[in-house]
C-alpha cells in the first residue's frame, strides 16, 4: 500500500495542493490484486489510539479521554510507526477487507425506519435489487415519477452524473445500471463514478482509467486536480450553492450512493467482491483529506452516506443473524430427521456471520479513516455533518455505536466553538437519551456538568433552549443531582423570554414533586379532598386545597430567588442616581414579574387570581395557630399551618399576583380559550369588567395589608395600573369603590418617602386622570397633598435661610429632601402655577413657593466638599430643578395658548416670569459652574438649562407664525424670554459634554478622535477629573462594569439630546460675545459620532441631517391631528411615548423620557409637536445617506457560504499532521 504524508488543511481556496511524496512502503494489506486505499498515516499513532475500544484498551472510561490527552503522538511519524498502524489494522480486519470509505449524515427523517420490512437473504438475485433495494430504502423522500429535476450542475456532466442530477430515475434504478456497468467493466464503471464525484465538488477535470488502473497514483492524481482546482480560484461548490437549481443536490447525491450500497448488500457483492467499496473508497477517503474544502465536504458527505447505509445493511445482518440461531435452535430440538435442514441453517448463518464481520470492518474502516479526522475539521458545516451521521448510527445500531467509544465523540463537540455544530450534538443526544438514558450512567455523569452549563451559560440563545430539553430528559430518568436542579430551575428568573419558557416545563416539575411532598407531610391526598369535600368554589377567602400549590410555588420562587441574590448581590442604586434620572426609581419589571407572565400559562392556579389574592389577604398568623376540635381539626390545623407564607414569600406572590393581573387582562382572546379547561378542574374565569370591578375593592384591601413595607405597596399599586376605569365612568354606582382605591393611593403618597412608591402612586393618579369621569376626583386629592407638602416647606423656609448650602444638619437636609421629592411627582399631575404663585399665610414665610424653590436651587453652587452632606444636599437641589422646570414649562404653555388666542399678556405678568426665569438660569449655571468635575447634578443641572430654553423657543415659533399671517398684536414684551443661552458658557458647555464623552469612552475601551485642523486644542481637564478616568475598575464584576457601562452611556445621550435640541431650538452654539462663529458646540458634539455607538450616532443624527429634524415634525404633527390627544393634565402619561424625540428613536431614549415630558405640557392640546414650534432654518442639507439607509450595521460582513470557516469565540483550532485542523475541546 502507498503510503504519503498529508499537507497541512488550508482553508483558503487559493491553496495549491503539491504532489505525494514518494512512497516510504510499498506494502499491501492483502494479496489482492487491487491495492488497498491510501491510509492516512500522517496520524499513526492517533488512529492506534482511537481503535483502542477494539483492542480491549479503552476500558470503561473511553468516552473520559479527550482528544487532547497525553502527548500528539501524530507529530512527524516515521516509517516505523506508519508500519505498526498497519500491522495494528491487519490484526483488527480480515485481510481480504481493504481501507475504509466514508459517508455524509442523513438528514434525520431519511434515516428512521430504514431497516426493510423483510427477511433478506444471500441468494437473492441480481435482477430482484431494483425492487429490494427501493423496498429497504425507505428514508428516501418519496417524489414523483416524472417531476422536474434540478438543473445540472455541472451543465458539461455526463455519464453517471447526468444519470444522477438529471434524469427521472429513482437513485436506486441509477445505482443498478451502474452496478451492471461495473460488471462489464470494473475500470470503465470506477472512472464514470469518480468523475462523478470530482463534478460533485465543482471540479470540471477528469480521470482516466489508466488513473483508475493505477492505485499507487491515486493521491498524485489528486494534487494535480487540487492544483489546477485551486488556480481557478472556485469559491462556490453545489453543496453549499443556494442557487434555486441545486436545492435537491445534496439529496440526490446522498441518496445515490445509499441506494448504490444498498444494491451491493442485496445482491451479496458488498461481501463477495470487495473490491467494489474498496476502490470506491480509495478515491473518496483521499478526496475527505484534501486542504480544499469542495473536494473534502463533497467527499465527507459521499463517506458518511456510504457509512449510514453500511449501518442499515448491519442492521439487516443482525436481525438475519437472530433468525437463524432461532430456526437452528428449533430445528435441533427435532431431532436427527431434519439434519438436511439443521446443516442448511447452519450455512446460511455461517455466511451471514461471515458477511457481518465483512461489514464490521467496513464500518470500522471508514470509522476510523474518515470520522476521526471529519468531526474536528475546521469548517464546521463538515463537524455538523458528521455529528448529524454519528447520532444516526447510534439510533440505527445502538448496539454497536452505544459504547463508549464512540460516544465519547458527541460529548467532546458538546464544546464546538460554533453554535450549529452545538445545537446538533444535543439535538443527537436528545433522540439517545428518550431512549437509552437508563443505559448511558458512565457517559451521562461524565458529560452531564457541562450538559447544565450549556443550558445555563450557552451563548447562543437556540443552543441553551435545546440543552434545557435533554436536562428535562434527565430529570425524568432520575439523573440530576439536586444542585443541578436548582441551576435549571433558577433559569425561570432568566431574562431571555424563550429559555423562561423552554424551562417551564422543568420548572412545574420541580413544583409538583414539592406539592407531592407537602400533601404527604399534612396527611396525604385522601385526607385533604376528604377535608375540603363541601367546600364552596365561589369562596376564596377559606383555605382550599389550591392553597398547597400557591405555596409550594412560593417557596420554590423565593428559593431560587435568594440562591441568585447570594450569587449575585446587587448593590442598592444610589438615592443621588434616581434623584437626576440616571436610574430608574422603579425597575419596569423585575425577575419574579418576569417569571410570572410564563408561569401564568402553565400554573392554572394562576390564570384564577382571586384564588391568589384571596390566599394573600387570609390571616395565616391567627389561623396556624388556632386548634379546631372538630373530626378533621388535626388536619385542618396541620394543612393551615403547612400552607403559612414565611419570609419573602408574601412578596413574591404580590408580584405573581401583578404579573397574573396583567396577563389575564391583556389576553382576552386566550381567555376564552381557556374558559372550557379551567372549568373542568374547578377554577373559574372572570370577564374583564368584573375583574376590574373586583380588582378595584381587592387593592384597597392589599394597600391596607401590605402598605405599610415600601417594597410590597410598590408592587400592589401597580395593579391599579392594569385596570379599565372607564367600568366607572358607566356604573355610577360603583364610584364610591374607586373612590376607596383613591384614597389608599393618596394616602401611600403621604405615608412613604420612598422614591418607588411616589413613582408608582404618581403614575397611578395620571392614569386615572386620563378619564374625564374621574378627572375632578383626582384634583381634588391631589390639591390636598399640594397643601400638606407646601405647608411643611414653609417651616422649612420659616425655620432657615434655604438659599445657603450646608446651613442644615444631615437629617433635616433630608427631610427637606423628601419634600422637595414629593413637589417634583405633584407638578408633574397637574396644572400647578396657581399653588406655585400663591403667597404664603405663614408667618415668615410669605412669598410663594416658586421663589423658596428657586432660592434651594443656588445650594447646588458647591464651595466646599463635604462628603457626608454633598449628596443629601445634591439631592434636595435636583427636586428644587424638577419642580422649577415643570413650572416654567407649565407657564410656557400658557403663553403658547395666549399667543395662538392672539389674547394680551399683561407686561406684570411678563416681567415677573422674566425674572423668576433669569434667577432659574442664574442659580443653575452657579450649580454646573461651581464643580471641576461631571458629577450627577451639573450634568443635569445642564440638561435643565437646555430644557428651560427650548421650551420658552416653542413660544417664539407660534409668535412668528402669527406674525406671518398677518396679526397685529405686539408681543416684543415676550422677547427678553426668549433669549438664548449665554454664549459665554460655550466652552464650559463643551467641557462637560466632552467629560462625558471620555467617561462613556472609557468604559467601553474606545480611542477618541483627535481634534481637526479647524477645531482647538483637545479640553484641559482638572486634575480631579483626571483622577477619575485613572480609577481602576478591575475590582468591579463584570454586572458592577455593565451597569456603569449602561449608565455613562445614558448619561452621554440623555445631555446630547438636549444640547441637541437646544442647537436645533436656536437657542444654543449661535455665536456672539467674543465666543466665534456659530456651530462650535455642534461641530464639537460630531467629531467621534461613530466611535460610541448606535444610541449616540443616532442621536446626533438630527444635527448632521437636518432633514431629519422637518420629517419628524410633520410625522409628528400628522400623528397628531389623527389622534386626540388625552387631558391636558396628565402630561406624564403622555411623556411615555407620546412622539419621537429629537434626539432620535431608540437612540435618545434615555433622554427623551424626560425631554417628552416636558414637551407635552407645551404643547396642550394643539395639533403640533414642540418640534414643530421650534424654528429652524432651512439650511443647505448636507449630503448624508437616507435614513433608512443609516445603519448600525456598518461594519456588518457580507454573508460568506462558508460562515463557520474557522470557528469563533474562544474556540481555536490546530493543525494535526495529515492536514486537518482540530477544534479545541475545553
Request: glycine letters at 6%; charged letters at 30%.
Amino acid at each position: 500500500m502507498t503510503t504519503t504524508i498529508r499537507q497541512p488543511l488550508m482553508e483558503t481556496t487559493d491553496n495549491t495542493a503539491t504532489s505525494s511524496p514518494t512512497p516510504t512502503s510499498t506494502a499491501r494489506r492483502s494479496g489482492r490484486v487491487t491495492k488497498a486505499p491510501a491510509k492516512f498515516t500522517p496520524e499513526p499513532t492517533s488512529l492506534s489510539k482511537r481503535k483502542r475500544a477494539s483492542e480491549n484498551d479503552e476500558g470503561e472510561d473511553g468516552e473520559n479521554e479527550s482528544p487532547e490527552e497525553g502527548p500528539d503522538e501524530d507529530d512527524d511519524p516515521d516509517a516505523s510507526e506508519v508500519e505498526q498502524e498497519r500491522q495494528r489494522s491487519r490484526k483488527r480486519k480480515p485481510s481480504s477487507q481493504s481501507a475504509k470509505a466514508k459517508k455524509p449524515a442523513l438528514k434525520k427523517p431519511k434515516i428512521n425506519g430504514d431497516a426493510p420490512s423483510r427477511p433478506q437473504t444471500p441468494a437473492e438475485t441480481l435482477a430482484s435489487a431494483p425492487a429490494l433495494a427501493l423496498n429497504s430504502h425507505a428514508s428516501l423522500p418519496s417524489r414523483p415519477k416524472k417531476s422536474a429535476r434540478v438543473a445540472i450542475a455541472q451543465p458539461e456532466g455526463e455519464g453517471l452524473y447526468t444519470d444522477i442530477f438529471r434524469s427521472d430515475d429513482r437513485p436506486n434504478e441509477v445505482a443498478t445500471r451502474w452496478y451492471h456497468q461495473y460488471q462489464a467493466d470494473h475500470a470503465e464503471a470506477l472512472t464514470d463514478l469518480v468523475n462523478c464525484i470530482l463534478l460533485s465538488a465543482g471540479c470540471d477535470q477528469r480521470v482516466t482509467e489508466d488513473d483508475i488502473r493505477d492505485p499507487d497514483n491515486c493521491q498524485n492524481r489528486l494534487a494535480d486536480l487540487q492544483n489546477v482546482y485551486a488556480e481557478v480560484g472556485i469559491t462556490d461548490y453545489p453543496l453549499i450553492s443556494r442557487a434555486r437549481s441545486t436545492r435537491s443536490f445534496r439529496d440526490l447525491l446522498v441518496g445515490f450512493f445509499r441506494s448504490l450500497v444498498d444494491v451491493l448488500h442485496e445482491t451479496d457483492a458488498l461481501y463477495k467482491d470487495v473490491q467494489i467499496l474498496e476502490n470506491i473508497s480509495r478515491w473518496v477517503a483521499s478526496m475527505s483529506s484534501s486542504t480544499l474544502r469542495p473536494f473534502r465536504h463533497t467527499a465527507t458527505t459521499i463517506a458518511l452516506a456510504i457509512q449510514t447505509a453500511l449501518v442499515k445493511a448491519a442492521g439487516i445482518l443482525d436481525g438475519r443473524i437472530s433468525n437463524y440461531m432461532q430456526q437452528l435452535e428449533k430445528t435441533k430440538g427435532k431431532g436427527s430427521k431434519n439434519a438436511g435442514l439443521v446443516e442448511s441453517i447452519q450455512q446460511n448463518l455461517t455466511d451471514a456471520e461471515h458477511y457481518r464481520d465483512v461489514c464490521k470492518d467496513q464500518i470500522q474502516d471508514i470509522f476510523d479513516t474518515v470520522f476521526v479526522h471529519r468531526y474536528r475539521d475546521i469548517d464546521a458545516k463538515i463537524r455538523t455533518e458528521c455529528v448529524e451521521a454519528l447520532g444516526n448510527w447510534i439510533h440505527m445500531l445502538p448496539t454497536v455505536f452505544m459504547e463508549p467509544e464512540y460516544l465519547r465523540y458527541l460529548g467532546w463537540m458538546l464544546s464546538d466553538v460554533m453554535p450549529h455544530t452545538r445545537h446538533e450534538v444535543l439535538k443527537q443526544l436528545g433522540r439517545i437519551f428518550k431512549n437509552h438514558a437508563e443505559k448511558l450512567g458512565h457517559f451521562i455523569d461524565r458529560f452531564r456538568p457541562r450538559l447544565v452549563e450549556m443550558a445555563t451559560k450557552d451563548s447562543d440563545v437556540n443552543v441553551r433552549v435545546v440543552a434545557i430539553s435533554n436536562i428535562q430528559i434527565l430529570k425524568d430518568s432520575g439523573n440530576l443531582e439536586p444542585d443541578e436542579i436548582d441551576s435549571i430551575g433558577r433559569l425561570i428568573f432568566d431574562p431571555e423570554l424563550r429559555i423562561r419558557k423552554a424551562v417551564l416545563d422543568f420548572f412545574a416539575g420541580c413544583v409538583n414533586d414539592s406539592i407531592e411532598n407537602k400533601v404527604e407531610e399534612i396527611g396525604g391526598e385522601d385526607a385533604i379532598d376528604e377535608l375540603f369535600q363541601d367546600q364552596d368554589e365561589e369562596d376564596f377567602s377559606s383555605p382550599r386545597s389550591d392553597w398547597v400549590s400557591i405555596k409550594c410555588l412560593a417557596e420554590l420562587l423565593a428559593a431560587y430567588d435568594t440562591q441568585i441574590e447570594e450569587e449575585n448581590p446587587v448593590e442598592p442604586p444610589r438615592n443621588l442616581d434616581i434623584a437626576v434620572d440616571a436610574i430608574p426609581a422603579v425597575a419596569p419589571e423585575t425577575r419574579i414579574s418576569l417569571a410570572g407572565h410564563v408561569l401564568y400559562e402553565k400554573i392554572d392556579q394562576l390564570k384564577n387570581w382571586e384564588l391568589l389574592s384571596g390566599y394573600l389577604l387570609y390571616d395565616h398568623s391567627s389561623s396556624a395557630s388556632s386548634k379546631s376540635a372538630s373530626k378533621g381539626g388535626s388536619v385542618e390545623t396541620a394543612l393551615r399551618r403547612a400552607v403559612a407564607p414565611e419570609g419573602r414569600e408574601e412578596a413574591i406572590l404580590l408580584e405573581v399576583l401583578a404579573s397574573a393581573v396583567r396577563s389575564s387582562l391583556a389576553a382576552p382572546a386566550e381567555l376564552e380559550k381557556s374558559k372550557k379547561h379551567l372549568r373542568s378542574e374547578g377554577i373559574h374565569l372572570i370577564g374583564p369588567e368584573e375583574a376590574a370591578r373586583k380588582l378595584a375593592s381587592i387593592i384597597p384591601k392589599l394597600l391596607s395589608k401590605y402598605g405599610a413595607d415600601a417594597s410590597t405597596a410598590v408592587t400592589v399599586l401597580r395593579l391599579e395600573h392594569s385596570l379599565d376605569l372607564n367600568v366607572y365612568q358607566q356604573l355610577g354606582q360603583d364610584s364610591t369603590t374607586y373612590d376607596r382605591l383613591l384614597t389608599g393611593i393618596c394616602t401611600q403618597f403621604d405615608r412613604h418617602i420612598d422614591r418607588g412608591v411616589l413613582a408608582e402612586t404618581t403614575t397611578a393618579l395620571l392614569h386615572g386622570r386620563k378619564y374625564p369621569a374621574l378627572e375632578e376626583t383626582i384634583d381634588e386629592k391631589v390639591s390636598e397633598l399640594w397643601d400638606k407638602t407646601i405647608n411643611k416647606l414653609r417651616q422649612f423656609d420659616k425655620s432657615s435661610e434655604l438659599g445657603i448650602r450646608r446651613n442644615l444638619e444631615e437629617p433635616a437636609i433630608i427631610e427637606l429632601g423628601n419634600i422637595l421629592l414629593k413637589t417634583s411627582k405633584l407638578v408633574t399631575l397637574k396644572d400647578c402655577i396657581e399653588v406655585l404663585e400663591a403667597d404664603g399665610q405663614v408667618e415668615g414665610s410669605e412669598s410663594p413657593a416658586i421663589e423658596i424653590l428657586i432660592r434651594i436651587v443656588m445650594r447646588g453652587k458647591l464651595d466646599q466638599v463635604d462628603e457626608n452632606l454633598d449628596d443629601p444636599e445634591d439631592e434636595a437641589v435636583s427636586f428644587a430643578v424638577k419642580t422649577c422646570l415643570f413650572y416654567f414649562l407649565w407657564k410656557a404653555r400658557v403663553l403658547r395658548d395666549a399667543v395662538s388666542e392672539q389674547r394680551s399678556i399683561p407686561a406684570l405678568q411678563i416681567e415677573r416670569l422674566n425674572t423668576l426665569r433669569q434667577s432659574f438660569v442664574r442659580n443653575l449655571v452657579w450649580t454646573l459652574s461651581s464643580r471641576g468635575t461631571n458629577d450627577d447634578l451639573r450634568l443635569f443641572a445642564t440638561g435643565a438649562l437646555c430644557d428651560l430654553h427650548v421650551a420658552f423657543a416653542s413660544v417664539r415659533r407660534v409668535i412668528e407664525r402669527n406674525a406671518a399671517e398677518g396679526s397685529a398684536v405686539d408681543y416684543s414684551l415676550i422677547n427678553p424670554l426668549l433669549d438664548p443661552i449665554d454664549p459665554g458658557l460655550t466652552r464650559e458647555l463643551i467641557e462637560i459634554f466632552t467629560a462625558a464623552e471620555r467617561a462613556y469612552a472609557r468604559c467601553i475601551n474606545r480611542q477618541l478622535n483627535n481634534p481637526g485642523e479647524d477645531e482647538g486644542p483637545i479640553e484641559h481637564f482638572s486634575s480631579d477629573e483626571e483622577d477619575d478616568e485613572d480609577e481602576d475598575d478591575s475590582d468591579l464584576t463584570p454586572v458592577q462594569k455593565k451597569r456603569k457601562e449602561l449608565k455613562a452611556e445614558r448619561v452621554l445621550c440623555e445631555l446630547t439630546g438636549k444640547m441637541v435640541l437646544a442647537i436645533v431650538a436656536k437657542v444654543l452654539d449661535q455665536g456672539g460675545s467674543g465666543q466665534g462663529a456659530a456651530g462650535k458646540i455642534k461641530k464639537r458634539m460630531v467629531r467621534n459620532q461613530n466611535k460610541l455607538g448606535p444610541n449616540f450616532k443616532e442621536t446626533l443624527a438630527y444635527l448632521v441631517d437636518e432633514g431629519r429634524a422637518a420629517r419628524v415634525r410633520e410625522a409628528a404633527a400628522k400623528a397628531a391631528g389623527k389622534k386626540k390627544r388625552p387631558a391636558l393634565a396628565a402630561p406624564g402619561s403622555r411623556a411615555r411615548g407620546s412622539r419621537p424625540a429629537a434626539a432620535g428613536n431608540s437612540g435618545a431614549s434615555v433622554a427623551g423620557k424626560k425631554q417628552a415630558l416636558s414637551a407635552e405640557i407645551i404643547t396642550a392640546e394643539d395639533n403640533d409637536s414642540e418640534l414643530s414650534d421650534i424654528e429652524i432654518e432651512e439650511e443647505e442639507p448636507e449630503a448624508v445617506p437616507d435614513p433608512e439607509e443609516r445603519t448600525d450595521l456598518v461594519n456588518d460582513p457580507i454573508e460568506d457560504h462558508d460562515e463557520d470557516e474557522g470557528g469563533e469565540g474562544d474556540g481555536k483550532s490546530k493543525k494535526d499532521d495529515d492536514g486537518d485542523e482540530d477544534m479545541d475541546e475545553e
